[in-house]
């Protein structure tokens, strides 16, 4: 029997952050979409099991992962939290299912203030925290974190991953554009993270012009 390939399973909860990181194959998205429950590959025994509460997840096949809405989930966060829950990270379930919070919900990622209607300076400011954020996650590297996981796939994944948000950025319409422009932001942010470069360089060069 050929081996199917794994991919991270983001879980999000009714308001469309993420709260838990467990592992599907193609066959464990194929039943959850036709059973209408979550299935998820057990990370001892690499058995598929139902995942508890998740009946009447939505299961989305991102390209390099997959993505589950728990019922009464929100399609997408809300556009002033996409990208802090994308920097929070995401937090990781153990052997029976159960979600118990990650490190990414330490103190700083409660710091990362929401933006507030108008003004450019709100972003500068959220865009710096974001960025201070995810340095840390890559100096500290928490277990289950989804920044940790993009940092361990490496600078080529992350830039395809970098791509394919840009290309959501392109289809997107209407408010779709404003939760796919911050997807991208943080995407970005991390790519920038593991290639050492500062958003100071950035506004430097950005100066220039």
């Known amino acids: 029997m050929v081996a199917q390939?794994?991919?991270?399973?983001?879980?999000?909860?009714?308001?469309?952050?993420?709260?838990?990181?467990?592992?599907?194959?193609?066959?464990?998205?194929?039943?959850?979409?036709?059973?209408?429950?979550?299935w998820?590959?057990?990370p001892e025994t690499g058995r598929l099991l139902p995942y508890p509460g998740g009946s009447g997840a939505t299961v989305e096949d991102r390209g390099t992962w997959y993505r589950a809405l728990l019922p009464g989930a929100?399609?997408?966060?809300?556009?002033?939290?996409?990208a802090q829950n994308a920097a929070a990270g995401s937090v990781r379930g153990d052997g029976g299912g159960s979600v118990s919070r990650s490190r990414d919900s330490s103190p700083e990622a409660d710091d990362v203030?929401?933006?507030?209607?108008?003004?450019?300076?709100?972003?500068?400011?959220?865009?710096?925290?974001?960025?201070?954020?995810?340095h840390t996650r890559h100096q500290e590297m928490p277990e289950g974190s989804y920044t940790t996981h993009l940092f361990e796939s490496g600078s080529e994944?992350?830039?395809?991953k970098v791509g394919e948000e840009a290309v959501e950025i392109l289809l997107a319409?209407?408010?779709?554009?404003?939760?796919?422009?911050a997807d991208f932001l943080y995407h970005l942010l991390v790519l920038l993270e593991a290639e050492g470069v500062t958003l100071s360089q950035i506004a430097a060069e950005l100066k220039k012009r």
């Not at 203030?113 to 995810?134: C, H, M, W």
């Not at 319409?173 to 422009?181: A, M, N």
């Open 157 to 160: 994944k992350i830039r395809k």
């Open 40 to 42: 998820s590959l057990h």
């Open 173 to 181: 319409r209407g408010e779709e554009l404003v939760s796919e422009t």
């Open 113 to 134: 203030s929401e933006p507030k209607a108008g003004g450019g300076d709100q972003l500068d400011r959220i865009l710096a925290q974001l960025a201070a954020l995810i």
């Open 74 to 82: 929100q399609s997408r966060p809300a556009p002033e939290q996409a």
């Open 5 to 38: 390939e794994t991919r991270p399973l983001v879980i999000c909860d009714r308001t469309g952050a993420p709260v838990a990181v467990a592992q599907q194959n193609r066959k464990g998205h194929t039943k959850s979409l036709e059973s209408g429950d979550l």
